[in-house]
């Protein structure tokens, strides 16, 4: 199966970025893992915060195919335990996804086009954090599922 991280705008924290690129590369060993990044939109500035998730929301669905499964990363998602996300990955898998792509949007969330064309959400915790944060914690958290579904050691829950 492949995943696919999408995300909007660079990670321009150098620590969260390291810690990107360093479980991205474990995943390698578990699965084809690739995170796409939407550039971020110029004159920005100008933009209300909903004409931004408008623009946004139109680049994001144009990263989707039809032979793909989606899964927004929203606060008002499902909320999992890493075992039930792992469990959650084992079961795409077995039901012959091909490819998965999980959503983080940028800083003012998705758009209601969005919403309703990704009925899929799920949420990492009931706190809000930094959209930058969020793609290090999921990151880490799809390697943790990984090594949970191969019964390593990395996760001692």
């Known amino acids: 199966m492949k995943i696919r991280l999408i995300t909007v705008g660079k990670t321009d924290v150098a620590y969260i970025q390291v810690g ?10 578990y699965t084809d893992f690739a995170i796409h990044t939407i ?58 996804i091909r490819n998965l792509s999980f959503i983080i949007g940028g800083a003012y969330g998705f758009s209601q086009q969005v919403y309703n064309t990704v009925p899929l959400r799920l949420s990492l915790a009931k706190m809000t954090f930094n959209h930058q944060m969020v793609r290090l914690f999921f990151v880490e958290q799809l390697y943790r599922a990984h090594t949970i579904l191969r019964h390593e050691k990395y996760h001692n829950a």
């Open 39 to 96: 550039p971020s939109l110029k004159n920005s500035a100008t933009l209300s915060p909903e004409e931004i998730k408008k623009r946004e929301g139109e680049l994001i669905l144009k990263q989707l195919s039809n032979n793909e499964t989606a899964v927004l990363l929203d606060e008002h998602g499902q909320l999992l335990t890493s075992v039930q996300f792992s469990e959650m990955i084992l079961r795409q898998q077995n039901a012959g």
């Open 20 to 29: 990107i690129e360093e479980y991205a590369s474990r995943l390698q060993h």
